[in-house]
């Protein structure tokens, strides 16, 4: 038995897909396929938060820069707004590393519900649904990967194409 895919609650093995203590014989799986959910603006909103964040401070810079030329002042008085721009621009130099790594965390889990689908049985049934895309990327893929490893039947065990359910079909 080949394990392709194992977590705390989902495991896809050359024989069964369990997930949450249900056990799917994958002879006995017809059709996969997966739908997307949704957009969480919530997410989206997140996303945005953080690019104003980053954003921020720069232009904060860039206009205190802006500022301090188009006031005119003496050397010593351009050069203080200068550098306290340049200053506040530098500001968001420590705090990026940490947003740019919770954006990209950020577009790792998705901002849609993911399903997975099956015929199980002649009926349809959701064998997982997630936020996390990356895991669920995994996931489906081990699904293909050990459907893919069983002997081809005529009509039986068709992976879908992202997003849609296809009709049944042989394996190529």
Known sequence: MITYFD??????????VRVDGRAYPLAELTTVWH???ERSWRVLAERGAIGAAIAGPLVTAVLGIGLAVWLQRSAV???????????IGLAVGPV??????YLDRSYARG???MEMWADWRGRPVRLLHTRDAMRFGQIYRAVQRAMESLPAAPGQNVTGSSGSRPSPRSRP
């Open 77 to 87: 008085v351009t050069i203080a707004i200068v550098g306290i721009s340049v200053l």
């Open 111 to 113: 901002s849609r519900e």
């Open 7 to 16: 977590d705390r609650s989902v495991q896809v093995t050359s024989t069964t």
């Open 35 to 37: 739908r997307r959910g």
């Open 96 to 101: 990026a590393d940490f947003l740019f790594e």
